[in-house]
């Protein structure tokens, strides 16, 4: 028995070797998952009647059309590439710039013309047939001939496939006949990729999310609350609960220490986003050569090391929040990036051209004063203009006094339950010392002084050992000559003593800076006023 399909395709094209041609680009579309693995086969098995030199496919996108895949045969086919490197290596062979524009409107592009008819367009020579804006384009790199047939699935235009020549031609009547057939079958590998395309961006952005999520419950404090009854500290929570509900953008203030991404999370949680991911970025911990990557993703090859696609902070918080701590920190190339996220609502990944929306609220912190910056040319005016839609200021623990009974008793409970203690009371001259001190690292020095006296603790009653906090003058009167000589030894003890604890780690979460409350960077300046070796203290137990 004789395949029943090969004799309708001789029916239809009156030869076996027509019919063997469909079967062909059938086997060859179907054997491959990239499209463009599967433009290099249909050239090939094009060639026994149809030779052409390039095959491109269209994708519509709403108002706009995007160049989705492309193999030319001169340059042949580098596994994995993207179209921009194909585009880039055609313009060197004819000194053409690289400018790949891989998405414009559907109404200036051929594609249009297909679309609305359903039926083939050609172009027989682009020498004096230049009809739509890119005509010209394509005659600079060589093309003086194609035709483009539409892409449809169920009824739904996809966009188009267009068989492309570097010389002028004439598409017969059996040609055209032929390329429409193949184009169904052009169809169905485009579906394919797209729906592919979607369930891989989807399958990302939830691991990602994931990451997040799980770094989240890592890193985050671990208290979940905002802990306090200070005047101060209630107008911060009205604050939350009136801009939180809205999509405004949120610029938080305060000292290292404040709590602030405490604050950025309370808006998350209280918000119509809270069912999606906060996502948070320190924008001073990346390196400037990085932070356009960590924030907006990158392709594949667009620089040394992006061994394969990957998508940015801005695309993991799609539908959700993203925290932009330390945003003070940001080049001025950075701020520009942003401003234009904050306004357009859109982005590009590193090395891409397609534009991504981005559907994400954006809550900023910083510790440094923004508009001295802005004075003196150090930050943008519009961005900060951009950022500043609802300030809230978080306050110091010094503006707190009344709060540090509450958080010392908060901390204590916390810590000893974490390690199996049993504390009943807190001494009263280790809440006096609590209450003097001026904190200038803030909650996060309470905390990592308190949990470093629970660990210590070795009865029921909490107290701090002599010592443990530097000796502060809050009233403004200076200490004597040797007094402020034991706080020197005593602070420079202490340092060491924690540098010690985390082998002469300053920065990061399980730093030395951390522990003591401090940022890394006056940490490093007491270091360096204190004569210490902080190299003596790495790899020592």
């Known amino acids: 028995m004789k395949g029943s399909t090969q004799e309708r395709f001789e029916v239809r094209y009156g030869t076996p070797s027509s019919a063997q041609l469909i079967l062909e680009v059938a086997k060859a579309a ?46 042949g086919r580098r596994p994995g590439e993207s179209v921009e490197s194909v585009i880039a290596r055609v313009a060197s062979t004819v000194n053409l710039a690289p400018k790949p524009v891989l998405k414009q409107p559907l109404s200036g592009h051929h594609v249009s013309e297909v679309a609305s008819s359903r039926k083939p367009y050609v172009s027989t020579d682009l020498e004096f047939q230049k009809r739509f804006p890119e005509d010209e384009r394509l005659f600079q790199f060589g093309v003086r001939s194609y035709i483009s047939l539409p892409l449809l699935k169920r009824g739904e235009m996809l966009g188009a496939v267009d068989f492309i020549s570097f010389e002028k031609r004439n598409f017969d009547r ?17 579906s394919n990729a797209l729906a592919f395309e979607e369930i891989n961006a989807l399958k990302e952005q ?30 911060v929570l009205a604050a939350i609960d009136r801009v939180a509900p809205t999509d405004s953008t949120v610029l938080i203030t305060g000292q290292t220490g404040t709590g602030k991404e405490l604050i950025a999370h309370a808006i998350h949680r209280r918000s119509p986003r809270s069912g999606r991911a906060l996502v948070k970025v320190n924008c001073a911990a990346l390196p400037s050569e990085l932070i356009a990557s960590e924030l907006f993703g990158h392709e ?23 925290f932009l701590d330390e945003i003070g920190e940001l080049t001025p190339e950075m701020q520009i990036a942003l401003l234009r996220v904050l306004q357009e609502k859109e982005f590009e990944r590193v090395g891409g051209n397609r534009t991504i929306q981005a559907d994400v609220r954006v ?62 009371q807190i001494d009263r001259r280790t809440l006096e010392a609590f209450e003097r001190y001026s904190w200038p690292g803030n909650i996060r020095e309470l905390q990592n002084v308190i949990e470093r006296g629970v660990i210590l603790a070795d009865s029921e009653i909490f107290r701090l050992e002599p010592g443990t906090l530097p000796r502060d003058s809050q009233n403004g009167s200076e200490a004597p000559a040797s007094e402020s000589s034991d706080t020197r030894e005593q602070q420079k003890a202490r340092i060491e003593a924690v540098l ?14 951390a522990r003591l409350g ?14 210490i070796n902080k190299h003596l203290f790495r790899g020592n137990p």
């Open 174 to 190: 059996g040609e055209v006949q032929l390329l429409q057939d193949v184009s169904e079958i052009v169809s169905i590998a485009v």
């Open 500 to 513: 010690k604890e985390t082998r002469g780690r300053i920065a990061g979460p399980d730093g030395a800076a």
């Open 206 to 235: 939830l691991q990602a999310e994931n990451r997040l999520l799980q770094d989240e419950i890592v890193q985050r404090s671990i208290f979940e609350e905002i802990v306090g009854s200070s005047q101060s500290l209630r107008n």
């Open 30 to 75: 179907s054997s491959h998952l990239e499209l463009a693995e599967v433009l290099e086969s249909l050239i090939v098995a094009l060639k026994p009647t149809s030779r052409f030199d390039a095959i491109a496919v269209f994708v519509i996108e709403g108002e706009y059309v995007r160049l989705h895949s492309l193999h030319v045969e001169r340059v």
């Open 363 to 424: 809550i900023a912190a910083t510790n440094r004063d923004l508009q001295r910056h802005v004075a003196e040319g150090r930050f943008r005016a519009d961005l900060y203009y951009r950022l500043n839609v609802f300030p809230i200021h978080a306050p110091s623990l010094k503006e707190r006094i009344d709060d540090i009974p509450i958080l010392v008793d908060y901390f204590i409970s916390r810590f000893a339950t974490r390690m199996g203690k049993r504390i009943r």
């Open 300 to 322: 594949k090859g667009a620089f040394t090391g992006a061994l394969q696609q990957r998508i940015g902070r801005f695309e993991a918080a799609n539908g959700g929040t993203i």
């Open 518 to 531: 401090l940022p890394a960077s006056t940490l490093e300046s007491r270091i360096k006023t204190l004569k």
